[in-house]
């Protein structure tokens, strides 16, 4: 197909086509004269990708050229995966938190993986450090949450982390990359607007009226 | 104090303090001079609230705008609550999307009082289409989450939304509005840091090499 139909199959305009193409996000069309090239469901699939990555993930470019390339090129060890995934999607935090409300609650949680994990690392974790300055954020705000709150918190995303990785495709290092990544990305706004919406459900339990 | 300290104390700039000035974010200080005023512990809270919002939320200006609004009147009825409070962080999608996954999705989880208020607006729920873009986002991408991982995302979801309806304050307006959109917006990165950091945690039960 030429890019004009390329375009209205993606979802992506013209203009910005290009722009992926310069950049090396998207791969060169096949040339059938020396001003147009051929493209194929490949590149539909690839910007499509690419929008949702940006418009549901709301990542920075260089974020999603990080994740593309990992999807391109699978890390060997299936043990690997979350940590590239994780590490593509997460920024470290502006200026240095204190940490240990972090620590406090993971050992709360029993997480010992994490805490081992972090503890390894002399530059500190970049998960903790994203936890610390959540927890900060709330803090500076005045609104500390109760520790029950926390906990249960910690515990219905360990309940929602196991199934997720329960899933994860052990087949194919390409097909696991691709689940870890977008599904991390992906999915936290399926989580939030569900949150949301339990929310209202939770509230509709507690505060419902009578009918007159 | 001065300017200068409450720049300090609060942790944001001079200039960004006159910005909020000038655009009624904060209020005046009592001027004592022409060109000096003083400020109180107040205008720290406030500007720290500001700043978690900002920095921490991730909120556009025009939304803590929304959120001060209704901490400084809070609406006269609890019901009205979480209302507000979602209105005023939650953004419409862009385009319109098929809204049949979400309400699937809903129906399955038997969130009945959703269901009514979603039915009961002529021009859509934006909760619920908050939540048919982030499914539609991965379908884009050609990952579809399976029905029962969607369902446990839910289940998950609502025991966490029932701890947070629990404690929300009834005896003071103010205080319940703080609590429901602080703790809606503010508590957002710490799920989201808490559901990686727990993705490292099953994985790590998952994958686990034994000791050499």
Redo the contacts between chains.
Sequence with gaps: MKMSELSQRSGVSVATIKYYLRNGLLAEGVKSSPNQAHYDDGHV?RL??I???V???RLPLGAVREVLGHIDRPPAE??DL?AVA?DAV?SPP?EPVDQAPAFDL?RRLG?S??LE?AEGQADGDI??A??A??????A????E??E???D?????????????????PTDSPTAAV??VV???V????????????????????????QPD
């Design positions: 699939q499509r990708l929008r949702a990555l418009e549901v993930g299936t043990l979350l994780q997460t502006g993971l997480w993986a994490n994990i998960a903790v994203a936890l300055s959540a927890l900060g954020g709330l500076d705000a005045g609104l949450l109760p029950d709150l926390l249960r918190f910690g515990a219905a995303m360990l309940d929602v982390a196991r199934a997720e990785v329960a899933g994860i691709r689940y977008l599904g991390t992906l999915s936290e706004p399926v989580l939030l607007a569900l949150r949301r919406l339990a929310q209202r459900e939770a509230s509709g339990e507690r505060f419902a009226t």
